[in-house]
């Protein structure tokens, strides 16, 4: 029967691949990518520079300018934003959202986070190796 054999050698692929040692995966949440909008590049420039300095992100993408379409105060809105993507803890998240609350100039920043779900073992090392501990 050629099926069993089959199923053996795409076990033994996929155990393979989630064994590698370049891939860490398995990270429960743990590490988080931050998305926070901004008026200006140097609104995002300073966020960045003092989410780094109290290291509660590893590092910071300013992306911009870009357009941004919302609804705010009963008006639909366009407006010019910067876009910070920034790589931190889950662990760290409050504490990283405060601080950008008190830095930001909107009323209601966007503060946001999802997953990381995998990642290369060396850049999860760097991330360990450059946030709070």
Same mark, same amino acid.
């Given at each position: 029967?050629?099926?069993?054999?089959?199923?053996?050698?795409?076990?033994?692929?996929?155990?393979?691949?989630?064994?590698?040692?370049?891939?860490a995966n398995n990270?429960?949440?743990?590490?988080?990518?931050?998305?926070?909008?901004?008026?200006?590049?140097?609104?995002?420039?300073?966020?960045?520079?003092?989410?780094?300095?109290?290291?509660?992100?590893?590092?910071?993408?300013?992306?911009?300018?870009?357009?941004?379409?919302?609804?705010?105060?009963?008006?639909?809105?366009?407006?010019?934003?910067?876009?910070?993507?920034?790589?931190?803890?889950?662990?760290?998240?409050?504490?990283?959202?405060?601080?950008?609350?008190?830095?930001?100039?909107?009323? @209601?920043?966007?503060?946001?986070?999802?997953? @990381?779900?995998?990642?290369?073992?060396?850049?999860?090392?760097?991330?360990?190796?450059?946030?709070?501990?």
């Amino acid at each position: 029967m050629p099926f069993p054999k089959f199923r053996s050698e795409l076990r033994q692929v996929f155990s393979l691949r989630h064994s590698n040692e370049f891939s860490a995966n398995n990270l429960n949440n743990q590490y988080i990518i931050v998305f926070v909008t901004t008026a200006n590049k140097q609104e995002a420039e300073k966020i960045s520079q003092n989410l780094l300095e109290a290291r509660l992100i590893a590092c910071a993408n300013i992306v911009g300018p870009m357009a941004s379409y919302f609804h705010w105060k009963g008006k639909t809105e366009q407006v010019r934003e910067f876009l910070v993507i920034m790589k931190s803890r889950s662990d760290l998240f409050e504490q990283l959202s405060a601080s950008v609350a008190k830095l930001h100039s909107y009323e @209601v920043p966007e503060i946001i986070s999802i997953p @990381v779900i995998e990642g290369s073992k060396p850049y999860i090392e760097w991330l360990d190796n450059n946030l709070a501990q």
